[in-house]
């Protein structure tokens, strides 16, 4: 069972990135952190829950939400199963994603 930081990422602007993926007879729980690192500037998220790498309109449980500079957006108490992903897009570079939790095998 991993526990700990399940995955994470500094962004590149204005691309999806799959930042976990549930393995394979495994499900997850974990929370989202995703913070600003811009000091002056706010940025744009979205975060999906997906079974794929594109996400659908759907799959979306923050959409164009505003980070504020230097702020922290967080999401908690996410479950999902196995090969689900968890994606993350940002208009700007100054965005840092950690997903941290646990995996149980099922």
Do not use: C, Q
């Not at 997850?28 to 659908?56: C, G, M, Q, W």
């Not at 939400?65 to 908690?76: A, C, F, K, N, Y």
């Amino acid at each position: 069972m991993a526990s700990g930081i399940l995955g994470k990422s500094a962004l590149a602007a204005d691309t999806d990135e799959v930042i976990y993926t549930v393995p394979a007879s495994h499900t997850a729980a974990f929370n989202v952190s995703i913070l600003n690192r811009d000091t002056s500037n706010a940025a744009t998220v979205r975060v999906a829950l997906s079974a794929t790498a594109t996400p659908s309109d759907a799959d979306y449980i923050e959409y164009e939400t505003i980070v504020g500079p230097s702020d922290v957006l967080e999401r908690t108490g996410i479950v999902l199963s196995a090969g689900w992903n968890l994606i993350v897009r940002a208009s700007s570079s100054t965005i840092t994603v950690n997903a941290i939790g646990y995996e149980e095998e099922v």
